[in-house]
């Protein structure tokens, strides 16, 4: 139940978590560039406090009451709104995973972004978007989820563009924005469908709490699978799926400790959290379409990470496709895995990301020290770096077996655990896509440790007559990947390092009630098999990696091969919504433009014109008819006066004659009339 | 003897003379010149109301008049030659076509 609506010690702890980013955002914001060290401290202490405060938070949360803190917010006399947090098991699961991993990654970019030019502004930035995820977490109603939901958009949109003097940057973070828009419209129209139809946004009292169904569960109608899809659609756009899965790769724009945050904890986290959160929305239908999309996307993503060359979007499209796979688990009804792999995931993608900023932040030391040109995110001049970067490598290695899924790794617990559940679910599409997915994931994550770490170093082949080895990184980018590396093992999940059903987080997280769809339970065989073939599978794939980047032994696919070019053009998605969309938009807006130019513009300007022409015609017979009749009539009088005047001589004599002539003048006319 | 001389001669040559007056007021460069024409001018009218009262039915009228208009017409002159000699003081000049101050 709902213990309190007061605020309570752990209430106070969370809420306390939530405001420390937004306080540090603030003050590094606003006097970043006068303090010391430019602030950096501020942020990752704040960071710190918040994680300490999340783990209290956590600690007197997990397995036990509900903590509900909320005040009134907005009264329409319809409807009460109010505001507040709400802590559960997931949200208090998450509060810690996002803390935790940004604090890492704040404490790594110390050393990683040392001498940037806004290096106050990266930490502001990313104060505000922790802020931002802590409130989608904590926010007890929807509205409150998509206000924070929003500003992980908008605190997005700057730490991607954070090198805004990049055209390629700015573009990358328009596109990201744009793409979200689209689901964020979805999302708010889902939003508004449930207020009218339920009066109502908190979600204890829409989905219930502990268990005990809220008014969603009582009332099944085909409006709440029209709803669950729009908000299910704000999702696929913030956690990248497919069709709106465009933005992220394009999102490695931005500083590798920003991706890292975006693809481990924060805003594609985001997606996947909201889908859980108003899981009981979810009718059946709903359901398949989450899978079908979430498997559809896990497939593509994994077979366009396998031919690109580029460091980080291969590990991009790597957090497609797992958040593919963890939508496909949602969809299947295997919400505890969907969210346990969430945590895994978080961790060693998290440590990927590191890694990659760590060999390109070399290579970027390198290229700066012997004034070189090459771009250091491309795998093809990488190798042989196993020697240079030695604890890198390592790590990476971990954080890439936990990838790909191997026995004593994180990533072995969660995604066998969901790809049992989908072998037992009844779409046998969704099984068959995961599995594929599972086996490209072993081969790209080796090919890109082959490549990077192994075989030999070719930039000494470009450069042989200079000494191009990179070092290995500083111990505060060292040390963070090191605590990651220990977190993508089995060792903090569970016990048991083959199976994970008796992970604590799996005990923990019980799937909400939706009396529509009935937890499906898994095959005993299938918790046999499933995991051997899949272990066999991967191992399979490395060892092909392993001959054909290390060995150079064999070839898959020439670069000329359709197949090919379709995963190196990712599917050709940007090619096909540049047709489909961005170039029918701006024949559009050219068409506008011409109408407002020509026709707009016409019409005023010939208005203009009409009226100048008038006025033109006014002027005239301002100036000629009534100014020549004024100026005339003056002219007659002046000519008058003037002649009047003329008899004016001063002379006696004068004035006499004319007196004699009006004399006359008088008589005759007398005579006349 | 007056009887005999018809009306119109005397108003046809108090006519003449108030002419020859005007013309010496309108054109002498002379203000005594212009005095004369003045003095000419009266004295036709005076002429006139003589004449008139000659055949008035009332005694004398005419002569009365006529006395009144020389009366009036020394003062007059009396009146003029006191401006003609401070005109005089004035402008060194007593001709009437070099004075314009009347103009003002």
């Not at chain 1, 790909?404 to 790809?419: E, T, V």
Request: net charge neutral.
């Amino acid at each position: 139940m709902i213990e309190t609506v007061q605020l309570t010690m752990i209430t106070g702890a969370a809420l306390l978590a939530l405001v420390l980013p937004l306080l540090s955002f603030l003050i590094i914001g606003f006097w970043g560039n006068q303090l010391p060290r430019k602030g950096d401290w501020i942020a990752v202490s704040f960071t710190f406090i918040s994680f300490v405060a999340s783990s209290y938070c956590f600690i007197n949360t997990w397995n036990q009451k509900v903590h509900h803190f909320s005040i009134n917010w907005l009264n329409t006399g319809i409807i009460k709104l109010s505001a507040g947090i709400s802590i559960d098991n997931l949200a208090a699961l998450m509060l810690v995973l996002v803390t935790f991993i940004t604090t890492l990654v704040l404490i790594y970019s110390m050393e990683y972004m040392k001498g940037e030019r806004y290096y106050h502004r990266y930490f502001s930035h990313l104060s505000l978007f922790l802020f931002s995820m802590l409130g989608v977490v904590l926010a007890d109603s929807l509205l409150l989820i998509y206000i924070f939901w929003e500003l992980v958009g908008f605190s997005s949109y700057l730490l991607i563009g954070f090198w805004f003097d990049r055209d390629t940057a700015a573009a990358a973070n328009k596109k990201a924005f744009i793409v979200n828009r689209i689901g964020d419209i979805a999302f708010f129209v889902g939003i508004m469908i449930l207020l009218t139809q339920f009066r109502t946004l908190d979600l204890n009292i829409l989905f219930g709490v502990e268990g005990s169904g809220g008014i969603v569960q009582h009332s099944s109608t085909h409006i709440n699978t029209i709803a669950g899809l729009c908000i299910f659609a704000g999702a696929v756009a913030k956690s990248a799926q497919f069709p709106l899965h465009v933005w992220l790769p394009d999102a490695m724009e931005g500083p590798t400790s920003v991706s890292s945050l975006i693809h481990a904890a924060t805003m594609v986290a985001a997606g996947v959290y909201l889908t859980a959160r108003v899981f009981p929305l979810f009718s059946p239908e709903a359901l398949n379409v989450i899978a079908i999309i979430g498997a559809l996307t896990s497939f593509m993503a994994a077979s366009i990470a396998l031919t690109q060359n580029d460091l980080k979007k291969v590990l991009a499209y790597s957090t497609i496709s797992q958040l593919g796979i963890m939508m496909a688990a949602m969809g299947i009804g295997a919400w505890p895995m969907a969210l346990f792999h969430l945590v895994t995931h978080a961790f060693f993608k998290c440590l990927l990301f590191l890694g990659a900023g760590s060999v390109i932040h070399q290579l970027h030391h390198v290229q700066h020290k012997h004034h070189l040109d090459f771009d250091p995110q491309d795998m093809r001049l990488m190798g042989g770096l196993k020697k240079d970067m030695p604890i890198t490598y390592a790590v990476f290695l971990v954080a890439g077996l936990a990838l790909s899924g191997l026995p004593l790794f994180s990533g072995y617990l969660s995604k066998d655990l969901i790809l049992i559940e989908a072998w037992s679910s009844k779409l046998i599409l969704v099984p068959v896509l995961l599995t594929l997915t599972t086996v490209f994931t072993s081969f790209y994550i080796f090919r890109l440790i082959f490549k990077v770490f192994w075989s030999e170093n070719k930039l000494a082949g470009l450069y042989p007559d200079l000494n191009v080895k990179p070092h290995e990184s500083g111990s505060l980018m060292t040390g963070t990947m090191i605590v990651l590396a220990v977190c993508s093992t089995f060792i903090i999940f569970s016990f048991n390092p083959m199976h994970g059903t008796h992970s604590w987080v799996i005990e923990g997280l019980k799937t909400p009630v939706n009396p529509l769809n009935s937890p499906s339970v898994a095959l005993e065989t299938a918790e046999l098999w499933v995991p051997i073939t899949t272990v066999l599978f991967s191992l399979a794939m490395i060892y092909l990696a392993f001959r054909a980047y290390v060995q150079q032994k064999a070839t898959f696919l020439s670069e000329h091969n359709f197949f090919y070019k379709f995963s190196f053009n990712a599917w050709y998605f940007d090619q096909l919504y540049a047709v489909l969309f961005v170039q029918p938009l701006m024949r559009f807006a050219g068409f506008v433009k011409w109408f407002d130019v020509k026709v707009v513009d016409g019409i005023v300007n010939g208005a203009a014109n009409l009226v100048l022409g008038f006025s033109a015609i006014i002027d005239w017979i301002d100036r000629n008819i009534i100014d020549g009749f004024v100026n005339g009539l003056a002219l007659l009088v002046g000519k008058i006066g003037n002649f009047f005047r003329g008899f004016q001589t001063g002379r006696v004599q004068n004035y006499m004659a004319l007196g004699v002539l009006g004399l006359i003048l008088i008589v005759v006319l007398s005579y006349i009339f | 003897m007056l009887n005999d001389i018809p009306l119109e001669h005397f108003v046809i040559i108090s006519a003449v003379l108030f002419c020859a007056g005007l013309f010496a007021v309108l054109t002498k460069k002379n203000a005594i010149m212009v005095l004369i024409g003045i003095e000419m001018m009266l004295n036709a009218a005076i002429l006139n109301l003589v004449t008139f009262g000659a055949f008035d039915k009332h005694k004398n009228e005419g002569q009365v008049f006529a006395l009144f208009a020389i009366v009036l017409a020394a003062a007059g002159v009396a009146v003029s030659l006191a401006i003609i000699l401070n005109v005089y003081r004035q402008f060194k000049t007593i001709d009437p076509s070099k004075i314009e101050e009347m103009k003002y």
